[in-house]
Structure formats: C-alpha cells, structure tokens
C-alpha cells in the first residue's frame, strides 16, 4: 500500500518512537490521543483490519498489546485500560491497516465510552 500511512511508518519512512516491537507488530503513541498515554500496536505488514489478520499472527498481536500495557504500567502507573479495533467505517475504522488502541485508564477518571443503549 503505496499512500499507507501505517505501511511508511513501519518502514522507516516516517519517524516514530516505538514502545514495544515483536517480529510482526510494534507500538507506539497516537499522535491524537483520546487520553494521555493512547498508544496504538500496528502490524508491520499490510492487513486492512483485524478481519484479514491471519489466525497464527493473532496471538503475537495480542503479546505486544500485553507487553505494550505492561509498559504504561511501569511509564504512567495507569489503573487499566480500554483495548479496541475498529473494522471498516460502520466501525470507525480512520486508516485502513491493521492496528488496536490501547486507551490507559485511571480511576474516576472521568473519560467514558460513548455507547449508547438503543
């Protein structure tokens, strides 16, 4: 995917400090986060969501969202943690590669998700 962004910054096109890389995935912060600390774990090779990840790549995927949450623990003494992946746009899916959002949390933090009960 030549205009993926995910794609450059797994590439080393474009800069980035990572928090925690594996063989096929790797972490680093939002450059808009939704809270302090939002990181986001992107696969280095092009899948377009969660949907197309093949099945013996998603247990590695899930260890670098654990290793990467260890990691705020220790960098920002969170209480937990909000993890999720957004697949196509009815799903709010912005950039069309593979990536899952760690939201850390505090307690009585005020931030909320905005689901609502039909």
Not at 7 to 32: A, L, M, Q, T
Not at 70 to 93: P, R, Y
Not at 98 to 116: A, K, M, Q, S
Request: hydrophobic content about 35%; overall charge negative; glycine content about 4%.
């Amino acid at each position: 995917m030549k205009d993926c962004i995910f794609c450059k910054i797994s590439k080393g096109e474009i800069p980035d400090e990572r928090i925690y890389e594996s063989e096929n995935f790797f972490s680093v912060w939002d450059i808009h986060p939704a809270v302090n600390g939002h990181t986001i774990v992107i696969s280095k090779k092009h899948f377009d969501n969660f949907l197309e990840l093949p099945s013996e790549l998603a247990s590695e995927m899930n260890n670098c969202v654990k290793e990467t949450c260890k990691i705020l623990i220790q960098k920002l003494s969170v209480d937990g943690f909000n993890i999720s992946t957004n697949v196509h746009e009815a799903g709010e899916q912005a950039i069309k590669h593979l990536h899952v959002h760690i939201f850390p949390r505090e307690n009585n933090d005020g931030v909320t998700l905005n689901f609502h009960k039909k």
